[in-house]
């Protein structure tokens, strides 16, 4: 992440904090960081600055993250990080192009996956709570609608970029 760190500084609840600024995902952010926290992580897939971003938002204001609260972890509890936490599988690599082409595949074509699954010499039965088999297409296309609607509501995405 590019950041540019900037002279001002603010007091945001308990801290004392300095702002950065940074170009991400189609948007210009401005940052408040606490440099006191050497933690270099924020919200989100924001990091990368000399200290713990405390609170973060978009130039249009349409998106706000603001720490609310840090507590110490207890004896019973464990940190794990990113490294050391289990996955369902292996994880493939891929670049933000692919990550990209993914995103809008899925945005136009939701039941896409589900429908390869099932092509071939693939049989595939679901049943509904109570044992009765379910219509498979009747199912694909409500599953389309649901998604294709949720993505028309829903299109103020973190990343602009992601749908160009």
Known sequence: MDWKILPQKEKIG?????????????????????S????????YKFHGLPGLIVKIEDKTKSHSFVLKEIKKLTSD?????????????????I????????????RNNPTKGMRQMMSGNTKVMMMDENGKPLDIEKMLRDRE?????????NNNLLELDLLK
């Open 14 to 34: 308990e801290f004392n904090t300095q702002k950065a600024s940074l170009n991400f995902g189609g948007r210009i952010w401005t940052a408040w960081f606490v």
């Open 95 to 106: 670049d933000q192009e692919k990550y990209k082409k993914q995103v809008i595949d899925f």
């Open 36 to 43: 006191d926290i050497p933690i270099q992580d924020g919200p």
């Open 77 to 93: 509890q464990e940190w794990v990080s990113d490294s050391e936490k289990k996955t369902f599988g292996s994880i493939i690599a």
């Open 145 to 153: 609608r649901d998604a294709k609607a949720n993505n028309a509501k």
